[in-house]
């Protein structure tokens, strides 16, 4: 799978948008990009996925670059609750989750 | 969504001793689970992937006789931390990967392992 990196922190006002910036410039063409997040002694909560479009959910939207070795997951309207730390994960079907250092986001009131 | 559970969330057990953490999907058959490990302000670290019915695969650096893993039905999966010694001391995490919808997995909530 391939390698992903990510800014270790980010702070964010509450109310306004979290943009998380991911790069995996090693990444094949049949794999995923994931996102989750942890909040502090919990298990990962998914976010959202994507292979090379855009997507949105009820969570937050994923950006894609078009050479798919970047992309961007927007928390539209961070809250408290968003604070946690954000996993980037390039992800092969069937195989398994291998977890980047990941970004610490911390929403500020 | 699909839940996947562990127990027991959290224990305490004296050094030397062994302890079984269990990981079920609730409402879902898994045929592959696996096993994670977080140390305090670290990422989560993958240890072994357990297949029902089949040998655990473990990573590398992973002591495959320390951590045992069972894996003996597609809803249970079983990591056994043998002579658990203080540096044991951990967040255990599972995850299982739906058997029908295969591009899917669940994390469980964790295992908070304190070994004194």
């Known amino acids: 799978d391939a390698k992903t990196t990510q800014p270790p922190s980010m702070d964010c006002a509450e109310g306004r948008a979290a943009n998380l910036p991911c790069n995996h410039s090693?990444?094949?063409?049949?794999?995923?990009v994931y996102w989750y997040r942890q909040i502090h002694s919990q298990g990962p909560q998914y976010i959202i996925h994507?292979?090379?479009n855009n997507e949105t959910n009820e969570m937050a939207s994923l950006i894609i670059t078009e050479d798919r070795k970047s992309s961007t997951l927007i928390l539209p309207h961070a809250t408290l609750r968003d604070t946690a730390v954000y996993y980037c994960?390039?992800?092969?079907?069937?195989?398994?989750?291998?977890f980047g250092t990941g970004t610490s986001l911390t929403v500020i009131p | 969504g699909a839940v996947v559970s562990q127990h027991p969330s959290w224990v305490i057990c004296k050094s030397g001793t062994s302890v079984k953490i269990e990981c079920r999907s609730l409402?879902?058959?898994?045929?592959?689970m696996f096993w994670y490990r977080q140390f305090p302000k670290q990422s989560l670290m993958l240890m072994a992937t357990?297949?029902?019915?089949?040998?655990?695969?473990?990573e590398q650096g992973v002591e495959k006789d320390k951590f045992l893993i069972n894996h003996a039905s597609l809803t249970l999966s079983t990591l056994t931390v043998t002579s658990a010694h203080p540096e044991d001391s951990s967040f255990y995490i599972c995850?299982?990967?739906?058997?029908?919808?295969?591009?899917?997995?669940?994390f469980g909530p964790g295992t908070r392992l304190t070994v004194t």
């Open positions: 994507g292979l090379k």
């Open positions: 409402d879902f058959q898994a045929t592959t």
């Open positions: 090693t990444i094949s063409g049949n794999e995923y």
């Open positions: 995850s299982a990967r739906d058997r029908v919808l295969t591009y899917e997995q669940y």
């Open positions: 994960i390039a992800y092969l079907t069937g195989n398994q989750f291998y």
């Open positions: 357990s297949n029902e019915g089949s040998k655990a695969t473990y």
